[in-house]
């Protein structure tokens, strides 16, 4: 825990994760306005009349945009915090030197910044039901699109360790940043525009919830979708520990 804690300090003392949560909370805000404006004025034009609660917002709007745009990028900066930078830095020979195993001290890293991921993913959730709130929506779909949002995160670690693992073949925190981002894309296009390939990527899944929340998609579909992002993730963190382990340093 002691470990884990200090791991923590080192991402929050950094100010750019606040920046960067603000600046996704402000897209939020104004997705949102724009949503309840509009609206509004649609109900305007056919009622004479601007009503509030006509442009409704809703929590499962930004559901997308959370789990497939910012999350992810906050958490390749988070590993380029936690690897590249301390490696090149030499500054993870002190953590090193403490009494804990090599394989611990990858966990504990990768816990720290799927915890930070965390933070900033549920930070939107929370932005986005609090406009649902104020623009007439009341708690509608709220605890569904929490359940989708824990869901998600199953999906999530898988690209937390892809970028550990990429941040430990590289050398530089900003290469690390660049190539994290490279091949997430290029996982996603494949995702998105060839099946037959994407079908096997976990970043098919990374919004999970569609296929798991009120589906009828049969058991044993579930079962396969399940194993190869769990063995994704898996054979990653595998051969992130194997490349750990295996630095000098």
Partial sequence: MIALKNELIKLFS??????????A?????VRFLGTIIIGGMAHWALNNGFELGKGMASVYDMV???????????????????????IQEDTIKSVLSQPITRGRVLAVKSVAVLIIGCICYF???????????????????AFTVFLA??????????VVIMSVCISLMLKGPALSLLVSVI???????????NGTVGSFMFTSYLEWH???LGSTVPFYVI???TGIVAGSILILYSISYIIFDKMDF
């Fill in 123 to 141: 930070s939107l959730y929370l932005m986005c039901l609090f406009m649902q709130l104020i623009s007439g929506g009341g708690f509608n779909n």
């Fill in 14 to 23: 950094k100010k750019k994760y606040i920046v960067f949560l603000i600046i």
């Fill in 25 to 29: 909370l402000a897209i939020v805000l």
């Fill in 223 to 225: 079962v396969s979708k």
């Fill in 64 to 86: 997308s945009f959370n789990v497939r745009v910012f999350t992810p990028f906050m958490v390749f900066l988070a590993v380029s915090d936690l690897f590249p930078s301390e």
């Fill in 210 to 212: 569609k296929l798991l």
């Fill in 183 to 193: 091949v997430y894309l290029a996982l996603t296009y494949l995702s998105y525009y």
């Fill in 149 to 158: 949002y824990v869901i998600d995160l199953i999906p999530l670690m898988g």
